[in-house]
């Protein structure tokens, strides 16, 4: 199985400061017949199903602001939230879509400092 | 409205069985994969099996397999679970999901394997 390992377990930023959140792969999940990596992030916040954020590493799903960007390739992968809103207070979870069984990481609880 | 809608879950006794349903709204379910993801309550995201759209290709967790089948109905717009020999960790809120990229999700009907 592919262990998706996220960093840090919580992080606490002010209003308007950068959050980044970082995934690590156990193996690639770069799939080299269409350069794609089978990687999506997910917002979860309380009491909420989780929300697509980022899939295909980068591309933001319909509806999501700007301020969310995903970069990365291979095993290491990043979400930044550029300028931290309160709405932004949730569980982050990235995602590997590569291989079965799929696998998320263990999630990331962003709160405002 | 594009929409996915739990159903099915409440209390089991160890060993017992539930079915799962979901179903799908305003979008064409017959032509998406779809999945299982499951949270225990405080936990992360366990994704549980994942379904082809027409049916012919199926796939699931090991820590389910044996015990889960997921299944679909396309005419009724509808994904199942069945769900039998259900253990104390299978207590969760259970989740559908449409595509590869999981990019709907239903808000969850949560079941609990207690005596």
């Known amino acids: 199985d592919i262990v998706m390992t996220q960093s840090p377990d919580s992080l606490a930023v002010s209003l308007g400061e950068r959050a980044t959140i970082n995934c690590k792969s156990s193996?690639?999940?770069?799939?080299?017949?269409?350069?794609?990596?089978?990687l999506a992030w997910f917002q979860q916040r309380p009491g909420q199903p989780p929300k697509l954020l980022i899939y295909?590493?980068?591309s933001r799903a319909s509806g999501v602001p700007d301020r969310f960007s995903g970069s990365g390739s291979g095993t290491d992968f990043t979400l930044t939230i550029s300028s931290l809103q309160a709405e932004d207070v949730a569980v982050y979870y990235c995602?590997?879509?590569?291989?079965?069984?799929?696998?998320f990481g263990q999630g990331t609880k962003l709160e405002i400092k | 409205e594009v929409q996915l809608v739990e159903s099915g879950g409440g209390l089991v006794q160890p060993g017992g069985s539930l079915r799962l349903s979901c179903a799908a709204s305003?979008?064409?379910?017959?032509?998406?994969?779809m999945h299982w993801v499951r949270q225990a309550p405080g936990e992360g995201l366990v994704w549980v099996s994942r379904?082809?759209?027409?049916?012919?290709?199926?796939t699931y967790a090991d820590s389910v397999k044996g015990r889960f089948t997921i299944s679909r109905d396309n005419a009724k717009n509808t994904l199942y679970l069945q769900m039998n020999g259900l253990r104390a960790e299978d207590t969760a809120v259970y989740y559908c999901a449409r595509d590869i990229d999981l990019s709907m999700w239903g808000q969850g009907t949560l079941v609990t394997v207690a005596s």
């Open positions: 305003g979008f064409s379910f017959s032509t998406n994969w």
């Open positions: 379904i082809k759209s027409d049916g012919s290709i199926t």
């Open positions: 295909w590493t980068s």
């Open positions: 995602h590997q879509y590569y291989a079965t069984p799929y696998t």
């Open positions: 193996q690639s999940v770069l799939y080299s017949s269409n350069n794609r990596n089978y």
